[in-house]
């Protein structure tokens, strides 16, 4: 057989076509490996870019947090500070009502010294007490009384005998 009877053969033909199609095929398969494996690495470094602006969202979103919570509990504790001054501010008693207060002690004070009895002697007592403490508040006795802490704020008083309480209520009707 010669070459020519060999290129004429329908067989020789349906070969070469066979394998020309083939290696079309194989061409376009290797050239659709490369692509993926392209497509791969760009998709990997494409997935590591996420992942590091993952994590650095992550931490940003954390140190928000930390400082919220931090912030949360330090307005808790301002929050509970301004309750408590608040209970305590609207426990005292406002002008109006000390001047009130005041007005009906000294009405008591005045009925007291007017009634016969105990209640002359009484408020005198409460005068003399109330101005001993006054002294004992402010200079000398202050600092006595600083210095050393037994003492007491002033001498007890001589209480006044039966007959100068009646003298006093005389003095005073």
């Known amino acids: 057989m010669e070459f020519q009877e060999i290129i004429e053969s329908h067989f020789v033909w349906g070969l ?3 394998l020309l ?3 079309f095929i194989l061409k ?3 050239g659709s490996k490369m692509q993926l494996k392209r497509e791969i690495k760009r998709i990997e470094g494409e997935m590591r870019d996420l992942q590091s602006h993952l994590n650095t969202q992550l931490k940003i979103t954390a140190t928000g947090s930390d400082s919220l919570s931090k ?4 307005l808790k504790s301002q929050n509970e500070n301004l309750r408590v001054n608040l209970a305590t501010l609207q426990n005292k008693p406002d002008k109006a009502e000390q001047r009130q207060f005041r007005m009906q002690e000294m009405a008591i004070g005045t009925m007291r ?3 016969p009895g105990f ?3 009484w408020e005198k007592a409460m005068r003399q007490a109330e101005s001993d403490m006054d002294s004992a508040e402010s200079g000398l006795k202050k600092l006595v009384r600083r210095v050393v802490p037994g003492l007491s704020y002033s ?3 001589t209480v006044p005998n039966e007959a100068q309480v009646i003298e ?3 003095d005073h009707l």
């Open 16 to 18: 070469l076509l066979g």
């Open 21 to 23: 199609i083939a290696g």
């Open 28 to 30: 376009n398969a290797i």
């Open 71 to 74: 912030e949360i509990v330090a």
């Open 113 to 115: 010294e007017l009634a």
């Open 119 to 121: 209640a002359g002697a």
């Open 155 to 157: 001498a007890p008083r």
């Open 168 to 170: 006093s209520q005389a």
